[in-house]
């Protein structure tokens, strides 16, 4: 068993897998950032239906998300060096807030009337550079927060703040986009900043600067990436998440073009998908909770990258509504499971020095790489429909899935347990 694996675990002990909730400091997070997703979530439902509304254009649907993840392709790699080098706190609550500024921004602009696709645009660029630096700061205060061995139960509890978020926000959304229109949604995603301004001032846990060693600004930059590549683990798993980043998530921004045209759904439809994509995320959370302990890492990771594929590909071809959803749901299932197993190895394997460096590759693996191939398939979404662009992603994400089940034996590093 141990040579299927990516990590050599030790025999599993039993433990709490809610244990990390028990940490004041975790529990702050926690819920700081609860708050804050649900209000995204508010926004990303009005959003994709504005912007469809706006330009009737599925090309340009991929384009907010391209510009949205363009900063994180660019500049992801070398991001974590600001994690590394400076307070967390000052970085988390400066990007926080300039956030909270473009969705009021977007809220004003709806308001008054004058709102433009340009206007989404230029946000969602924004947000993309604050986001570039937000991610990995936010996702290395885990292994601050909590002891090492609690790490692997305390990565899948944080996804769940973004993840049960899924579930309320876009129910939340639907409601407002349908009575209100979209600049309460905005408004509401503004005003819930605040909630993960609050809890990271409140943490007592020192989040000053992890790296004080003098180093060449050429090796602050690099290191991060060069270890990530040269760890065998590492690599694989940074190759295997990208494929699904590139491919498998593709679909996401063309859900409100799916839901209208090729399922014939309205906004409250559209808001069921995505509450489906956030059911399955939290179902793939609790078992990855509940499993936190148990030595089977690798196997899972290849078993999600399957099932994401084997859902695109069904999306494809069926149109019955409960088929539909239920195959939403394996996606946000399958896509969680992978890269919430991945950000727990990313978190055990890489040092303490290195970690913020670490984790921003694996941020770029899951969202810096995903706007690479954006717009060729917003194009070919656009000439030949959005179930022809599930096809040819599901296929390349069914493609890596078999090359990664075929390779499982690298995959493992028995000598090297953690």
Known sequence: MAQEELLADPPPKKRNPFAPLAIRDFRVLWIGAFVSF???WVQ???????V???????HKLAMVAFCSMIPVSIFGPIAGTITDVVDRRKVLVITQMVFAASAAWLAWANHMGVVQYEFVLIAALVNGFASTIEMPAR???IATVVPRD???SAVPLQAGTFNLARIVGPALGGVLLARFGPQSCYLVNALTYSALIISVLSIKANLSATSTRV????DLLLEGILYTWREPRLKRLFLMETTVSVFGLAYIPFIPAFAKEVMGFNAKGLSLIYTMVGIGAISGLLMLISVSHRPFKGIIVRAAMTALGLALLALSFTREPWVVYALFALCGFATITQFNTTNT?????APERLRGRVLAMHIWALSGSAPLALPLLGSHAKNNGVPSMMILSGSVVVLGAIMAWLTGQ?????KNSL
């Open 150 to 152: 609690l790490v692997a």
């Open 38 to 40: 649900m209000g995204s």
């Open 44 to 50: 990303t439902v009005a959003q994709g239906w504005l």
């Open 345 to 349: 190895l990313f978190q055990l394997i």
């Open 52 to 58: 469809f509304e706006l330009t009737g254009d599925e």
């Open 139 to 141: 996702q290395s205060l």
């Open 215 to 218: 180093q060449p600004i050429k």
């Open 410 to 414: 690298q995959l493992s590093d028995p």
